[in-house]
């Protein structure tokens, strides 16, 4: 199948081809770091990471940068609050979010841009613009005319009039119309500047994001992605300026993932129908986002809760253009779904011998291969489900299948109660089973190895030698036909989120979540 993309540009699904054969450009809008980083941060990278581990597979050479805005309103605020340095306070907060990144297993990014190490670019672009007649400086501001881009407005299809209804312009009077943005932002006393044609000052934030693409990417590449929230005014605004600096088309295709919304929020739209189109409204999923203002946890405190495997997982549980309700309780059901995956793989191990992780795993698709009747089927409907625009909910749902028929394999040939030899039909269908999980699995970031990852810190002696401790007393408590104590064990350990397991070699337990 044919890999297809909703570009939020023309409003349809269209078939993926790249400005260079075999080579894709692809640029995410990363954070302002004033702050740490809370789980909405997260969303765009692994959503992307995702999508840069499927381009990969299918044979292409990816260039996926994220930037990082380290010089804003909101850091020279925040420093003041805090009594640090825009600096300082940037350098911590870049450090958070990568280490972030680092746990959620985002770990495919080319390159992270630093604002503060491009002006020169900005400024450049900037003159070019003004020598172009689509910018003009104002008392040491510099400002794009959205007048002089005859197709402003292409990409959120708002007309110069629409933008201004209930958006928030930059308050200097003087601008030929009130809907032109900022490039360049005369510093106040105090506040970090650099020395440019139109007095000491900072770049305004779009012209941030259109220098750092041009330069690590080129005037024209393929995928520029980001939140919904960012369509209007920033993506606009870049997409603006950038094609007229350069009189060439900025992006081939613009990937917008849906927001995160707070659980208990009234429901938005934002999802798509049959035909790719979304469907609900970018500033009702404005209204109900989840964001640090409103109390959203950092990513770490979410990690001392649950484990990130299991976040990663919830935020590929839903079609990407579709808005994620956060609850507590709907991250820990995604948890208790993965116990599934993990009690397979223990059930391998003890049969094979072998770890699941050990599994020799394709890194390229291969179309020709044959695999096996048994569960060839799951391969293709899951390469089809990301073939349709990268659909990662439907292709989680055929993981879950896939597991479905991989434990009633084994339950039907009664794999655990016998000698299996690996080298034979039986034991072959079971390594192909397995080995297509941790290649699904792979290319959504997930099952590349054990569990538990996170930043939950558990003394594992103390924890086993307890469990083992309440084991024994339960199943002395049956030997004694005492059935009320070893009920009472075990009803109080499942209200705790453990299970037990009983087997002819043993009594396994294990934890199901939170």
């Known amino acids: 199948m044919t890999l297809r993309v909703y570009n939020s540009l023309s409003r349809t699904k269209e078939t993926f081809e790249t400005v260079q054969p075999g080579r894709v450009g692809m640029y995410l809008c990363g954070p302002t770091v004033y702050k740490p980083a809370h789980i909405g941060h997260m ?15 299918n044979g292409f050479d990816v260039n996926f940068v994220i930037n990082i805005t380290d010089i804003d309103d909101k850091l020279i ?35 992270f841009p630093r604002a503060t190490d491009h002006i020169d670019e900005m400024q450049a672009m900037i003159g070019r613009l003004i020598e172009k007649g689509h910018a003009y400086p104002l008392e040491g501001d510099v400002y794009f005319e959205v007048d002089t881009d005859e197709d402003y407005g292409k990409l959120s299809r708002r007309s110069v009039e629409q933008t201004m209804a209930g958006t928030r312009v930059e308050a200097n009077q003087r601008k030929r119309n009130p809907a032109d943005f900022a490039l360049w932002k005369a ?128 935020l590929l549980g839903t079609h990407y253009r579709s ?18 995956f993990y009690r397979l793989f223990e059930t391998f191990e003890r049969i094979a011998g072998q770890s699941v992780y ?40 055929v993981l879950f299948e896939l597991r479905t028929t991989l434990n009633a394999f084994i339950d039907n040939h009664r794999l655990e109660s016998s000698d299996v030899d690996l080298g034979g039909d039986i034991g072959q269908k079971l390594l192909a089973g397995l080995t297509l999980i941790r290649e699904m699995g792979g290319l959504l970031g997930v099952f590349r190895g054990p569990p538990g990852g996170g930043e939950v810190q558990q003394d594992d002696t103390l924890t086993d030698g307890l469990m083992q401790l309440l084991i024994d007393l339960r199943a002395e408590a049956r030997d004694d036909k005492n059935f009320a104590v070893a009920d009472t064990i075990r009803d109080r350990l499942i209200a705790m989120g453990v299970t037990l397991e009983d087997r002819p070699d043993g009594t396994l337990w294990r934890c199901e979540g939170p």
């Open 43 to 57: 969303v765009g990278p692994v959503i992307f990471d995702t999508i840069k581990r499927y381009l990969v597979y």
């Open 358 to 397: 050990e599994l020799p795993v394709a890194t390229l698709r291969d179309d020709t291969v044959e695999v096996d009747d048994e569960f060839g089927e799951f391969r293709q409907r899951f390469l089809e489900m990301m073939d349709d625009d990268f659909n990662t909910g439907g292709a989680v749902g």
């Open 77 to 111: 605020n925040r420093a003041a609050e805090d009594g640090s340095s825009v600096e300082a306070l940037a350098e911590e907060m870049t450090g958070d979010y990568l280490d972030n990144l680092s746990t959620m297993g985002v770990d495919s990014v080319d390159c």
């Open 323 to 340: 808005p994620i309700e956060l609850s507590d309780e709907r991250i820990a059901e995604t948890g208790r779904s993965l116990q599934g």
């Open 187 to 314: 510093s106040r006393e105090g506040e970090p500047s650099w020395e440019s044609p139109w007095g000491p000052g900072r770049p305004g934030w779009h012209i941030e994001c259109s220098a750092m693409s041009g330069k690590l990417l080129g005037e024209t590449f393929d995928i520029h992605g980001g939140g919904l929230d960012l369509l209007f005014p920033h993506h606009e605004n870049e997409l603006a300026q950038s094609e007229s600096c350069s009189g060439q088309p900025f992006a081939r295709y613009w990937l917008h993932n849906g927001l995160m919304q707070s659980a208990g929020a009234a429901k938005v739209g934002g999802g798509h129908d049959r035909d790719g189109e979304i469907v609900g409204d970018q500033q009702q999923q404005e209204v109900n986002k989840l964001a640090g203002s409103q109390g959203a946890a950092s990513v770490r405190e979410l990690f001392a809760v649950h484990d990130p495997e299991t976040v990663r997982f919830f």
